[in-house]
Structures are given as C-alpha cells and as structure tokens.
C-alpha cells in the first residue's frame, strides 16, 4: 500500500491498493483508506441509500461479514476515476454464496474524500439473480 498522511490526496493507485486489499480480505489494509468518521453505504438494505454503516469499527465489521459469507469475494475489472474530493470505482464483484450459488454483477463505488482518506462509500451493484451451483 502507498504511504497516505492527513494532507497527501487519494490517488489512483490509493484505489489500486485498496481494491487488493479487498481481495486479500485484509481489514487492515482496507481500512487504513477510511477515515474515522467514515459512511458507508451498502448496497442492499431497507433505507433509500441502503444499509449505512458509521464508522471504523461499523464499517471493518460489514466488510468481515461479506468476507465470512462468500468466502471468495471479489472485485476484478476494476478502473478508477479520482477528482480532487470524489472518487469512483467500476468493478465486477464475485462470490459464492453459502447455498453454492455464485454472484457475478458489475458494479461502483462513489467516494468522498477528506485529506486522502475516504469519509463517504456508496456502493452501487447490477440486481442480477444467483448462478445455479454447477
């Protein structure tokens, strides 16, 4: 991971970094990128902006969840667009759900950003059925 301090902005690569780290399933790694007080909201949830997580510790135990759910989760294909305070990530998102079916859906994330960290992660995912186990 790129060395990030409280005034160096978010970089391309900053996502690069992160995007790895979700697929290493290090939380640590992950959330060296989100600041304190960070939002996120999921894709899924019974809110307009789904489920919303505050804060580090909220948002590392929503992101460990998915990880013990489908236990290969994946963001591939990515690309990064990063504009002074906002952010966005495409990406193909996998994973095997517990019954054995398999997701496979593009997606994005559009971030905000404060003083190189992400303050704000609203992801956004295709509503696609499960894949019948093979």
Same mark, same amino acid.
């Given at each position: 991971m790129s060395t990030m301090t409280a005034t160096t902005p978010l970089t391309v690569q900053d996502l690069n970094d992160l995007f790895d780290a979700f697929n290493r399933h290090d939380i640590d790694a992950v959330m060296a990128h989100f600041a304190d007080d960070a939002v996120f909201d999921a894709v899924g949830g019974p809110e307009v902006h789904g489920t919303r997580f505050k804060g580090r510790a909220a948002i590392a135990e929503a992101f460990e969840n998915v990880w013990k759910t489908m236990r290969d989760a994946r963001w591939d294909h990515r690309d990064h667009l990063v504009h002074s305070d906002r952010a966005? %990530?495409?990406? &193909?998102? %996998? /994973? &095997?759900?517990?019954? /054995? &079916?398999r997701i496979e859906a593009q997606g994005a994330d559009i971030f905000r950003l404060r003083h190189g960290l992400i303050v704000h992660k609203q992801a956004f995912r295709k509503q696609r059925p499960p894949v019948a186990k093979s």
């Open positions: 966005v %990530s495409e990406w &193909t998102f %996998s /994973g &095997t759900n517990p019954d /054995g &079916t």
